[in-house]
């Protein structure tokens, strides 16, 4: 088979977080009641008008400047018109020849892969149809139509399923920094469709591309495109033509069906909204959003690289989500040892938020808290097994660390003549484990050290412990 | 005294004064109606009962008093949305379909003491200059039941010739206010695009829909414009600014003013009786002091051909909603959701709207929107152009309202471009969002109305109605179309 180069193009529709809808005052809250959240304009009555939703627009200016966009001063709305029962006035009020943002771009893969934005434009939602098992009928649920959208579209920068995913995933990071979409995609907060072609290597010409839609997870980006990307090789090794197919992604089959081809592709006769006038952008505003713009993740990563001396992995993780970046630093800060936090964050809390399904601000552990646990580890008050036991119960309970170990009896045991006296009593107690160490089976020490530890229900400062086992079995090396 | 024949502004001072009420006003309306209803077929929704109940606790209470319009009634082109009411535009297609909410123009106008009235009838979706394209059968021209009333706006301009009505709404797309009041020996009104909202307004060209009132006088279109006109949060288009009281300056007279007359545009042809008619008028004007100037507008003779392409451009997506899904007409034949797009629409839309969403979906599409789409924009603007240029030389430009007195019913049905050109001379008016407003100027050896209009700048309606104003009491045209 001819090697090939892959050419991905993503384009992502983000939900925008805004309590009112696009072109009216309807809420945007998810999960309500069908048709609840619906009024004139949105249902497309007869004699309605849109009427523009500012922080819509603020918002999507934030994500143009995050993105190093230009923004226009002036934009144009436009109706793409098709018919479909999800869509009640039969257009969707978008943009097309003057996108509000243009010429953006974004770095993934540390830095090295930079991926270009072609352009990110407002509109607004469609409905959500509904079909149950056994029921001829289909329902419309018209809460979802005109919830605010930007299309985010990429430039054909993407070499690979998994770049794509990176490139996702980190569209997903800054809009969660921006708080302007909530970035789920089990939700639909966040939707994806890409479009692939391949090429012969070496070649300048792009080849004919197919558009998948319909991948609702990072994990369906990744596979569909692995699953086109071998269709499309497949039939071009067999010298065969690759059709300008739309295909539509099934993550439960693993596989994509043709939705529809080029001659059956739409032609939305785009044209200007003549409803609404060019969108104008004041200058005055678009100083006003940039300077609500956060740090934004790369520069993030850059500090906690320069000036915390994080390892690069580390700083990624942890800027990967705006909240536990800032719980890292907070702790950070109390302690003042950015690496030993970093270990803390990225292990013991990124887990108990998994396990628990919860997100930082639900946990229990303030900074200054768990600042101060590690404190105790790090000046021998504690072992690192109680530590992680402290942890546990601190977690549960938003207790301070200094209490529970009082109150348990934590403290670890460093005093040489009381652990002496335990190290005594336990080669007395394995007198067949320590003939075997004695014979050269050094292994044995792990579990003599082990049974100290048992003695002192884990209290015992394991290196002091390892020490004093070793100098007594010596002794009786001697003896 | 027949307070059903009297004009908007004479019944408020008399209500004011305390000399008749509401309900003497809605009584009178009331019988004309029913005496000449079934004759004219004005309205396609009239409630007798809830009018009088409505006048009669106004009058009860006495508030009207203290309110702009004192209690009278408003008649409404069937395309402007009043709650809990039917709203057919005048098709089949919204067959059972009652408006939730009321215009903004309604809001309004309640809002000023007036009783909203019945809804009069129209070309379907506004699309006709004669109502014969009204899914519910044409209305006829109270001046000879042989002629159409013209339109779309027919049915409010019969109304308010016939005294059905002391004023009524309309709606001005192409001249569709201007044409029938033109037709019908009324006033008809075009503010400037954008000066009364269209939020509650089904659209037919959003870009150029305009509401306006049908009265019996220039001064009575003020009174409504007063209470009409203003900025809406519920339309992006509506015009920020002040609105002024229209009728301050409406008897300040001709002098000063300066009439344009667009004699290269006036070489499209006319009915030669209409150029006696406009020729005598311009003269009269000139004579009792007004200066009259020649004006050019080389592009307003392409108006028609690219009005045509950016309303049936713009109707092909507004009208795309009425599908079967949510409202309205639905097939009894829906077995699959395309099939069902597509038998809904062909049951529910008549000849003329199929026609112009076909060729309006036709004008966007990929490989003819540059062409078609594009090109119509170029030539609006130089219409546009064309006007302010003019604007420069005098306050208002004065045309012939329509090419010809009231047409025959069933006369131009079966040709859709003459029909077309019906709107000649009031579609550049649309085309550059000015305000624009047709007086009745005498009458045809047939006893049929003729119109001249007038075009205003933009948002200056108190010159125009100034101007509009001087003519009418210069042609102090009196005749009625009954004996
Ligand atoms: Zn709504």
Redesign the pocket.
């Known amino acids: 088979m001819p090697s090939f180069e892959t050419i991905i193009g993503l384009e992502v529709h983000a939900q925008l977080q805004t309590k009112s ?1 696009m072109f ?3 809420s945007t809250r998810f999960g309500s009641a069908p048709n609840t959240q ?2 004139p ?2 249902l497309g009555l007869p004699g309605a008008l849109p009427v523009v939703n500012v922080k819509a627009v603020e918002a999507a200016v934030k994500m143009g400047l995050a993105t190093g966009c230009t923004v226009a001063r002036r934009s144009v709305f436009a109706r793409k018109n098709y018919f479909y029962p999800d869509c009640p006035k039969n257009y969707q009020i978008s943009q097309y020849e003057h996108p509000l943002c243009s010429n953006g771009f974004l770095h993934v893969e540390g830095g090295e892969k930079r991926i270009g934005i072609t352009r990110v434009h407002l509109e607004e939602d469609a409905g959500k149809l509904i079909h149950l098992e056994g029921d001829d009928h289909s329902y419309a649920d018209m809460n979802r139509v ?1 919830v605010p959208l930007i299309e985010i579209v990429s430039e054909p920068d993407i070499r690979s399923p998994r770049q794509a995913a990176s490139y996702m995933q980190k569209l997903r990071t800054i809009v969660r920094y921006l708080e302007i979409c909530d970035g789920n995609m089990e939700e639909g907060s966040l939707r994806c469709d890409v479009n692939v072609s391949l090429r012969k290597k070496g070649s300048d010409k792009f080849g004919t591309k197919t558009e998948v839609k319909n991948l609702n997870s990072f994990k369906a980006v990744e596979q569909a495109l692995e699953f086109e990307i071998e269709r499309q090789a497949r039939l071009l090794g067999e010298g065969r033509k690759i059709q300008q197919d739309t295909l539509l992604w099934d993550s439960v089959k693993g596989e994509s069906q043709i939705m529809r081809s080029k001659e059956e592709a739409h032609d939305y006769r785009y044209f200007p909204e003549p409803d609404l006038l060019v969108l104008d952008i004041p200058e005055s505003l678009i100083q006003r959003v940039d300077t609500e713009i956060p740090e934004l993740p790369d520069a993030k990563l850059d500090r906690f690289v320069s000036d915390l001396g994080l390892p690069k992995y580390d700083a990624e993780v942890l800027t990967s989500s705006r909240e536990i970046a800032g719980y890292f630093e907070a702790t950070a800060k109390e302690l003042g040892d950015a690496k030993a936090v970093s270990n803390w964050v990225m292990g013991e809390v990124l887990r108990e938020l998994k396990d628990k399904k919860i997100d930082i601000s639900q946990f229990k552990i303030l900074p200054r808290q768990l600042a101060a646990l590690i404190a105790e580890v790090q000046s021998g008050g504690i072992n690192m097994p109680t530590a992680k036991d402290v942890f546990r119960d601190m977690a549960g309970t938003g207790n301070e660390a200094k209490d529970i170990i009082e109150k348990k009896g934590l403290k670890q045991i460093s005093d040489e003549g009381a652990l002496d006296a335990v190290v005594v009593s336990v080669l007395d107690n394995y007198p067949q484990e320590v003939a075997k160490y004695l014979a050269g089976k050094d292994k044995l020490l792990k579990f003599l050290v082990g049974q100290v530890m048992k003695e002192t229900r884990g209290k015992a400062h394991p290196q002091k412990a390892t020490d004093l086992l070793k100098e007594a079995l010596e002794k009786r090396r001697g003896s | 005294m027949r307070l059903n024949e009297c004009g908007l502004a004479k019944l408020v001072t008399m209500a004011k004064a305390g000399e008749i009420s509401p309900l003497d006003v809605a009584s009178h309306v009331v019988a004309a109606v029913e005496a000449r209803e079934r004759d004219l077929r004005v309205f396609l929704d009239f409630d007798k009962d809830e009018l009088l109940q409505t006048a009669r606790s106004l009058t009860d209470s006495g508030d009207y008093r203290r309110t702009p319009l004192c209690g009278m009634p408003v008649m409404i082109k069937d395309n402007i949305c009043v709650k809990d009411k039917p709203i057919s535009c005048g098709s089949r297609i919204l067959t059972g379909y009652k408006s939730p909410y009321d215009a903004t123009v309604v809001v309004n106008l309640r809002k000023n003491g007036a009783i909203i009235g019945g809804k009069t009838n129209l070309d379907e979706f506004a699309m006709g200059s004669s109502t014969e394209n009204s899914a519910f059968g044409p209305t006829r021209n109270p001046w000879s039941s042989e002629h159409a009333p013209g339109g779309s706006s027919g049915g409010s301009a019969a109304a308010v010739a016939a005294d059905m009505a002391i004023v009524s709404l309309g709606s001005d797309t192409g001249g569709s206010i201007r044409q029938p009041a033109s037709f019908c020996g009324v006033v008809g009104m075009k503010p400037t695009y954008g000066r009364v909202s269209r939020y509650g307004l089904v659209a037919f060209a959003s870009s150029l829909d305009q509401i306006g009132p049908v009265t019996k006088s220039v001064e009575d279109s003020a009174l409504m414009l007063n209470v009409m006109c203003g900025e809406d949060a519920n339309d992006a288009t509506s015009l920020p600014g002040a609105v002024p009281d229209f009728a301050a300056n409406l008897d300040n007279g001709l002098k000063g003013l300066t009439f344009g007359v667009p004699r290269d545009f006036l070489e499209v042809g006319m009915d030669e009786s209409v150029k006696d008619n406009f020729d005598k008028l311009v003269t009269n004007v000139q004579r009792e002091g007004a200066r009259v100037v020649d004006v050019s507008m080389p592009h307003a003779k392409y108006a028609v051909a690219c009005y045509y392409i950016i309303a049936n451009a713009e109707a092909s997506s507004n009208l795309a909603r009425f599908d079967g899904v949510k409202y309205g007409h639905r097939t009894q034949n829906d077995d699959d959701i395309y099939a069902m797009y597509v038998r809904t629409r062909d049951e529910g839309f008549g000849d003329e709207v199929k026609r112009r969403i076909l060729l309006g979906t036709y004008v966007l599409s990929a490989g003819y929107y540059d062409a078609y789409y594009l090109q119509a924009q170029k030539v609006r603007s130089l219409v546009v152009a064309d006007f302010a240029k003019a604007h420069e030389r005098c306050d208002m430009v004065m045309l012939p309202t329509a090419p010809s007195p009231a047409f025959k019913l069933g006369e131009k049905i079966e040709d859709p471009l003459l029909m077309y050109l019906s709107d000649v001379f009031t579609i550049p008016i649309n085309l550059a969002g000015l305000p624009g407003v047709s007086i009745p100027t005498g009458l045809s050896a047939d006893r049929l109305p003729f119109g001249v209009q007038f075009i205003g700048r933009p948002l200056d309606e108190s010159t125009l109605l100034q101007g509009a104003r001087a003519v009418e009491k210069l042609v102090d045209f009196r005749e009625k179309p009954f004996a």
């Open positions: 809808k009216c005052g309807c619906v009024c304009v949105c005109g």
